[in-house]
């Protein structure tokens, strides 16, 4: 459900699917951890909590069969990183809280969705995890709508990283149920990590 309050933008889920994988050497949103293309597995897993959820990709992606049939949002910025995922959705959609899930996060599952939903606080400019080398999770976060001149300023002085926003702005910051869910997957020995832990049982769907 849509997690809203009196004082508070509805959020809506958001998969960061426009990345480039230059060091996986494919397009990570195809990769297939759990029986389908990760950029499905996550928005299903969003949707669990928020009926309004889409996928933020590049233009060229549309044509991708893992994003077929999926509620896309398209990046209107070139070559910033994952910020401009987030400034297109809140572009498409003013007044929305968004809570976004990148595609290399491939151990999130319910637990953290829900926890992150239940750390909210929306008086602040967003709520993250703490990452395992103690900065902010920036693809796994809750960023409100107050954040949007937050980045637009810090777009305009050129610079794009999300974690650097997270670390200058008022951010709520949660523990993560579990370090390891908190796992990014860039390379393929990353990737086979990534597998062995979803084989060993260690990440609940």
């Known amino acids: 459900m849509t997690t809203t309050s009196r004082d508070s933008a509805p959020v809506w889920g958001l998969v960061l699917a426009g990345g480039r994988s230059a060091r996986m050497g494919v397009d990570k949103c195809a990769l297939e951890l759990h029986g389908e293309p990760q950029a499905r597995h996550a928005y299903a897993l969003l949707r669990e909590f928020m009926p309004e959820t889409r996928v933020s990709a590049r233009p060229e992606q549309r044509a991708l069969p893992a994003l077929a049939g999926l509620p896309l949002i398209e990046d209107r910025y070139e070559g910033i990183g994952p910020v401009s995922g987030v400034l297109s959705a809140m572009e498409a959609q003013p007044g929305v809280a968004w809570l976004t899930l990148a595609c290399d996060l491939p151990l999130v599952d319910a637990r953290g969705v829900r926890a992150l939903l239940d750390g909210r606080d929306p008086a602040r400019l967003a709520t993250a995890y703490m990452a395992t080398d103690g900065y902010f999770e ?22 794009y990283s999300l974690r650097e926003a997270l670390a200058d702005a008022d951010v709520r910051l949660l523990c993560p149920p579990e370090d390891q869910m908190l796992m990014n997957v860039n390379t393929p020995e990353d990737l086979a990590e990534a597998r062995g832990a979803i084989a060993r049982g260690g990440v609940r769907a």
């Open 138 to 159: 920036p693809l796994f976060a809750i960023y409100e709508p107050a954040m949007e001149p937050w980045l637009r300023e810090r777009l305009g002085r050129g610079r």
